[in-house]
C-alpha cells in the first residue's frame, strides 16, 4: 500500500467517525427540544460560543424572541436556556468540522495529484453533498422559527439522510482503496446483488420514515407491539384526504409504515442472509459481512420494538441508540453489496 493510499483511507475513515459523532449528538440535540434554541445561522462568526454575561443576555433575548420559546418554553431559565444552546451549538460546530474534514484533505491529496479521476469525481461529490447538509441544516432550523415551533418533518428527513449519504459516500470510497484479500467469487453470487441493493433502497425509505416519526413525535402514541393498542390498524388511521397525505403527513399512519416497513425489512434481510449462505457461492468476504447485516438488522429491529415500548423511559437514549445502529446496518448493507461487484476498482 502506498504513503498516499494509506493517508486517503485515515482521511475516509475521520469523515465517516465525524458523521457517527455528529449524529449521535444531533440525535440528542432533537431529543431535547434544542435544535431551535440557536435562532440566527453566521458560518464564520458562530464559530465562537458566548463568553460573559452579556453576551449570553443577548443570546438569551434572542431566543426569547422566538415562536418556541412565546409557545413552549416560556419562563425558562438561564441555565435551562444554556443545556439546550450547548446541545445546538455543539451540533453546529460538529457539522463545521465534518465540511473541514471533507474539503482539506480532498484540496490537498487534488493540488498534489495524489486522486485518480474516480477519487477526483466522488470527492467532489462528497464536498457538495455535506455543504448541501450544512445548507440544509438551516433550512430546517428556519421552519421552526415561525408561528409553529416545530421543524419541518420533510427538512428533518431530508437532513438526516444527506448525513447518511456523505457517510455512504465516503465509507463506499474507503472500500474502494480497501485491499484486504479474499477467494475469488462464484459469478452466481453476483445474482444476489439486486436484492441486496433493493432492501438497501428500502432500508432508506425506512430511515426517512424515521425521521418523520421523529420530526412529528409520532413515536409517543402506540406505544405497543405488535398491535397498536389493541387493534392491528386502529381505525383513525388513514383517514386524510387525499389519500396520499396518510402517507406522509398523518402521524399514526406514518407510526403504522415504519413498523411494518422495518419488520418487512428485517424479515428480508433474515432471508437474503438464509439463501446466501445455503448457496455456498459467497466467499469468506462476503460471508462474513452478510454477518454483519444479519446480526445488525436483527439488533435493530429489537432496538425498534424496545423504543415503541420504552419511549417514554428512556425518551433520548433508545432513539439515538436506535438512530446509531441504523447507520450501522447501512454501512453494513454498502459492504455487501460491494463486496459482490465483479470488479473491485477505485
Known sequence: MSNSTKYQKYWLRSVCL????????GGITRLTGSGLSMVDWRPIAGILPPITETHWDQVFAMYKGSPEYQKVNKGMSMDEFKFIFFWEYLHRILGRIVGLLCLVPFLWFLFRGKLNGRLKVKGLFLNILVISQGLMGWYMVKSGLVNIPEVSHYRLAAHLSLAFSVFGLAWWMLLDLDNE???PSETNAFTFRPWAIGFLLL???QIAYGAFVSGMKAGYGFNTFPMMGEEWKPDGLFGLTPYWKNFVEDKFSVQFIHRWMGTVLTLGLLGLGWKSYRSGLLNRLQARRMKWVVGLVSVQFLLGVSTILLIVEYQVSLPVIHQLVALFLF?????FIHSLRPFRTG
Not at 457517527?20 to 449528538?25: E, P
Not at 454501512?331 to 459492504?335: C, N, Q, T
Request: proline share 0%.
Open 181 to 183: 484479500q479474499d477467494a
Open 18 to 25: 465525524s458523521v457517527v459523532i455528529i449524529l449521535v449528538v
Open 331 to 335: 454501512a453494513a448493507l454498502l459492504g
Open 203 to 205: 432500508l432508506c425509505a
